[in-house]
């Protein structure tokens, strides 16, 4: 298995700051994921993270926007910048991890919950 | 575009009765299906997935899911509710045959009443 921690845990922040989220792995994995989770609504792909490259955006998500860091196995940051209050949202970190030879699983860390006043 | 729709955004059940979260996929493919569980302020946990082999699947926590092709449905059952399954449940689908790409449900918290 795999455990996921990620700083902070909560966050409120002013309009037009910049947050950055930590996802720390115990152990190495090949994919890394950032999901957004808005009030009342279900998990949106942000981006996959890359080792050692930019990071993949998926279609309403820029770079400029969700600047993204993966300089190793088991480390990634997420950049929330210029925040405006419809940012508010949980922020999870996602792993997919091989367990049991073959068998592929996916591990989602505790989420960032973060309000934009 | 692959997607999941969730029956019933809101299911309660008595403690000891059957569990039916359902969903619903639209794909022209077959697609890779899951289910996730969410506890009160913790984490998705994956709790089965479909990915082409047995059309019934076992998961975790006595939970199971069917696929039916004909119905283009993924629908999680239990048998018998615990206080202990409260949470909120998400079906999601893949077609990249692992991880990426996955798209999920709007949701579905379930209820137990004792």
């Known amino acids: 298995s795999a455990v996921i921690s990620q700083k902070p845990s909560r966050d409120i922040c002013q309009r037009g700051t910049s947050l950055t989220i930590q996802c720390q792995v115990d152990?190495?994995?090949?994919?890394m994921f950032w999901y957004r989770q808005q009030p009342g609504q279900s998990l949106t792909l942000i981006a996959t993270?890359?080792?050692?490259?930019?990071?993949?955006?998926e279609s309403g998500f820029v770079i400029d926007k969700f600047p993204i860091s993966r300089p190793n196995l088991t480390f990634s940051t997420l950049t929330v910048s210029n925040m405006s209050p419809e940012d508010s949202s949980i922020y999870l970190c996602?792993?997919?991890?091989?367990?049991?030879?073959?068998?592929?699983?996916?591990?989602f860390g505790p989420g960032t919950r973060l309000l934009v006043l | 575009a692959q997607s999941v729709t969730q029956l019933g955004s809101h299911v309660s059940v008595s403690e000891g009765a059957l569990v039916l979260l359902r969903c619903n996929y639209s794909?022209?493919?077959?697609?890779?299906l899951f289910w996730y569980v969410q506890y009160p302020n913790q984490g998705l946990q994956l709790l089965l997935k479909?990915?082409?082999?047995?059309?019934l699947v076992k998961g975790i926590n006595g939970f199971e899911a069917e696929f039916k092709k004909s119905e283009t449905s993924f629908h999680l059952t239990k048998p018998s509710a615990h206080m202990s399954d409260a949470a909120e449940y998400f079906c999601?689908?893949?077609?990249?045959?692992?991880?990426?790409?996955?798209?999920f449900g709007t949701g579905t918290k379930l209820q137990v009443i004792p």
């Open positions: 152990s190495q994995v090949t994919m």
């Open positions: 993270a890359n080792q050692g490259s930019e990071a993949t955006y």
């Open positions: 794909s022209s493919v077959p697609p890779y």
């Open positions: 479909y990915t082409s082999a047995a059309t």
């Open positions: 999601a689908v893949s077609f990249s045959g692992g991880y990426q790409k996955v798209t």
């Open positions: 996602s792993v997919e991890a091989i367990t049991s030879g073959r068998s592929e699983t996916q591990y």
